[in-house]
Every structure is written in structure tokens, then in C-alpha cells.
């Protein structure tokens, strides 16, 4: 499969702990994104990356949340001292360099307890 | 805050018969694209039409753009069980050379078999 993957898909954690997410965009996509989905609503932009370079962070991205992307390949999302306001369902996407589309992942479901 | 409003927020219908799903944004766009996504997993692109654009087609998929009222239609022809999902509009907004998407809350569309 050559598209976006996530993992884990489900995570659950109590509150305080730290959670890592992990994303791999498609091959030869330079760019992308995270987003988070609660329930009910549509996405939300958090974090874009062009190659290892973080370009843009959404005001939702407090200082609790780090994202990274060392070698421009895969990139990892961090939560830390998690709170149940995070829980969510936190969404990767990736880009061509001149693409508009934006191919999603499955998503990774946190849950804080 | 998202910039665009999906009406209705939820729409059950027949199977067989057409579903008509709006968009409305504030903003200034270069396109908008529609995404569908099944309950609790990750989005699927299905169409993007650019602000010059009035009207474009994929297989029983008919978008509508209307940039005077800052609107957009979807409308599923022939609809199949399988419709069933959360389909949502969203709009660019540029950032750093990329495109950050602004999603809708979305509409549930049901198909009754």
C-alpha cells in the first residue's frame, strides 16, 4: 500500500502521560500536514512541513504539542502531559511539491481517561 | 474557527434517489475540494474545483462553484448505500507556499436502503 499511513491507529492514555503519534506520507511527497478531528466537526490544521522544515503552527498547537519530521521522510506528533481536552482523532496528510490534493492517513483516535 | 458551513448537517435519503450537499465559505479561495469520510477512519479526496471553475464532473459526482456567493454544491447522482459517509468542503488557505485546508463541519449523508 503506497498510501498515508498512521500508528498507531487507537491509543488510549490517562491523563498526564505523554503520547506519540507517527505518520508516512507518501514516497515522494515533500509536504505535510497534521490536523485534528473532533467529534462532530471538520478537521483542523495544526502543524505543515515541507521537506524537515516546520513552516506553520496553528494558535491549537500549545506547548504541549511538538511535531517533527528530522530527514523530510516520516514525522511524529507529541502530546505531552496529555489532557481529556486532546482526546481526538489526529489526522496526517501529505502533498505533492506543486499538488493542491492533499492524500490523508487513517488517523490516529486518542483517547484521555 | 472553520470557515465553511455545510448545509444540511445531516441528510437521509433513498437509495437510488440525488443528494444535494452546500458549502458556504467567507473568504477569498484559489479552489475547494470535497472530501468523504467514512464513520471514525480518514478522508477521502474526492474532487477539487478551482475558483475559475463553474462546474465539474466525476462519475456521479456534479461540483458547483459560485464565487459572487462564496458557494459550493455536491450532488451524488443515483446514491448507493456505500454513500454513506461524512462529506466535507474545504477551502485553501495559503501558508508558506502550501495550501492549509479550512474544513466544514460537514454533512451526514444516509442512504436507506
Known amino acids: 500500500d503506497t498510501g498515508v499511513s498512521q500508528n498507531p491507529r487507537h491509543k488510549i492514555t490517562k491523563r498526564g502521560q505523554n503520547v506519540t503519534f507517527r505518520c508516512d506520507p507518501i514516497s515522494e511527497h515533500n509536504r505535510l500536514y497534521w490536523y485534528r478531528q473532533t467529534l462532530g466537526q471538520g478537521p483542523e490544521f495544526l502543524t505543515y512541513?515541507?521537506?524537515?522544515?516546520?513552516?506553520?503552527k496553528s494558535r491549537l498547537l500549545s506547548d504541549r504539542f511538538s511535531a517533527e519530521r528530522p530527514k523530510g521522510s516520516f514525522s511524529t506528533l507529541e502530546i505531552q502531559r496529555t489532557e481529556q481536552g486532546d482526546s481526538a482523532m489526529y489526522l496526517c496528510?501529505?502533498?505533492?511539491?506543486?499538488?493542491?490534493?492533499?492524500?490523508f492517513g487513517p488517523g490516529t483516535r486518542l483517547t484521555v481517561l | 474557527s472553520q470557515q465553511g458551513e455545510e448545509d444540511p448537517q445531516a441528510l437521509s435519503i433513498q437509495e437510488g434517489e440525488n443528494a444535494t450537499m452546500n458549502c458556504s465559505y467567507k473568504?477569498?479561495?484559489?479552489?475547494l475540494q470535497w472530501y468523504r469520510q467514512n464513520s471514525g477512519r480518514g478522508l477521502v479526496h474526492l474532487i477539487l474545483i478551482r475558483s475559475n471553475e463553474r462546474e465539474k464532473h466525476s462519475g456521479r459526482l456534479r461540483v458547483t462553484l459560485d464565487t459572487s456567493k462564496k458557494s459550493s454544491s455536491l450532488l451524488i447522482t443515483a446514491s448507493r448505500a456505500a454513500d454513506t459517509a461524512s462529506y466535507f468542503c474545504?477551502?485553501?488557505?495559503?501558508?508558506?507556499?502550501?495550501?492549509?485546508?479550512?474544513f466544514g463541519q460537514g454533512t451526514r449523508l444516509t442512504i436507506n436502503p
Open positions: 496528510a501529505s502533498s505533492q511539491p506543486l499538488g493542491d490534493e492533499q492524500f
Open positions: 512541513f515541507q521537506n524537515e522544515a516546520q513552516l506553520e
Open positions: 474545504a477551502t485553501d488557505w495559503e501558508i508558506q507556499g502550501a495550501q492549509k485546508l479550512v
Open positions: 473568504t477569498s479561495i484559489n479552489n
